[in-house]
């Protein structure tokens, strides 16, 4: 309603401009500054896209497979609040999904996680004399909701699978003060030369594996005597956004990255994360959706197919060795999904 009540009255207001051309600008300038002023306050909304798959089978013939079903999707939200002099950016997203396959060669019935991600972000911003800087604080924390064993299953396979995370096991939590630029709507600059990174595990035997970048102590020899509960790194952080739109508002683009790079610990290698998404609209709030995303954290291990076979078997120990046909190393977690999307303002 609040949205239609804006579109209204500018439009009646660039109608008015129109007949009243002949009594200079002045008053076109009244009329923007109306426009301006009602679209201050909160602006709330979000979206839900999923993707589902399945295939039945019942007694299959030979080399036809196994019979597979697949449900996930993504989930956001937003809460924004604009006025004269100053700006507050909220958002909360999950991604979520999860398919079970069973074969003769996989008879486990449970369902293997493909994604979960939660993420929450906060930014407030105070105007510096001009309408594109702000002074401006930064807040992003990101976890996961489901819990999951180390076969990498929702529910364990046997007497010898653990836990390997869960929520809050890990977390991710940034806080960095700094300089937003903001030179129109549509794109968005944030640097902070000083940024607090924490990485914490909430679970002490999930902390024991040392595979979610919490910090270890080791003796003189090098060797891990101690996994701590958390990691504290203290560097500098750099965040970019763009979101427009095209072709009379059918095609939607968003994009985001983040780097941050920390002063304790090798400050070369930096941590980012890339994000896009881009939505065809069809109908009604209904879109198609393709998300694109790359994460890279030096100090959190991935898993590595080390046969290649398409397949990641890494079995995490309790004491952080891994066993299986693949490994845990360093490198970069690629996401892709296309999801059919329900988008809408509260």
Do not use: C
């Amino acid at each position: 309603m609040k949205a239609l009540s804006s579109l209204l009255l500018l439009f009646f207001a660039l109608l008015a401009g129109l007949n009243a051309q002949e009594a200079g600008d002045s008053r076109l300038g009244e009329i923007n500054k109306m426009a301006a002023k009602d679209s201050l306050g909160w602006t709330m909304g979000g979206g839900i896209g999923l993707d589902l798959a399945g295939m039945g089978l019942l007694n299959p013939k030979v080399g036809a497979g196994g019979n597979r079903l697949g449900i996930g999707g993504l989930g956001s939200l937003y809460a924004n609040r604009k006025e004269d002099k100053w700006f507050w950016e909220n958002g909360l997203s999950l991604q979520l999904s999860a398919q079970r396959f069973k074969s003769a060669a996989n008879p486990n019935s449970g369902f293997q996680k493909n994604l979960d991600v939660l993420r929450l972000t906060s930014r407030y911003g105070h105007k510096l004399g001009s309408d594109q800087w702000f002074v401006a604080a930064d807040f992003f924390a990101q976890t996961l909701l489901l819990k999951t064993y180390s076969s990498n299953y929702l529910s364990a396979v046997d007497e010898n699978d653990r836990v390997v995370a869960k929520f809050f096991s890990p977390v991710q939590i940034t806080l960095s003060p700094g300089i937003n630029y903001k030179p129109d709507d549509h794109l968005s600059f944030f640097y902070a030369p000083f940024g607090m990174q924490l990485i914490y595990v909430a679970d002490d035997s999930i902390a024991r594996t040392g595979v979610h970048g919490n910090d270890v102590t080791r003796d003189d020899a090098g060797s891990i005597t101690e996994y701590k509960k958390s990691f504290l790194g203290l560097g500098s952080e750099f965040k970019a956004a763009y979101n427009n739109k095209y072709f009379n508002d059918r095609l939607s683009v968003t994009t985001g990255l983040r780097l941050f790079s920390n002063y304790l610990r090798e400050p070369q290698n930096i941590d980012v994360l890339f994000s896009n998404n881009f939505s065809i609209a069809i109908f009604k709030g209904f879109s198609l959706d393709l998300l694109g995303e790359y994460f890279y954290d030096h100090d959190v291990k991935v898993q590595k197919d080390v046969n290649g076979d398409g397949i990641y078997e890494v079995t995490v120990n309790a004491d952080g060795t891994t066993s299986g046909p693949d490994r845990l190393g360093r490198g970069g977690q690629w996401t892709g999904a296309f999801l059919l999307k329900y988008s809408m303002i509260f």
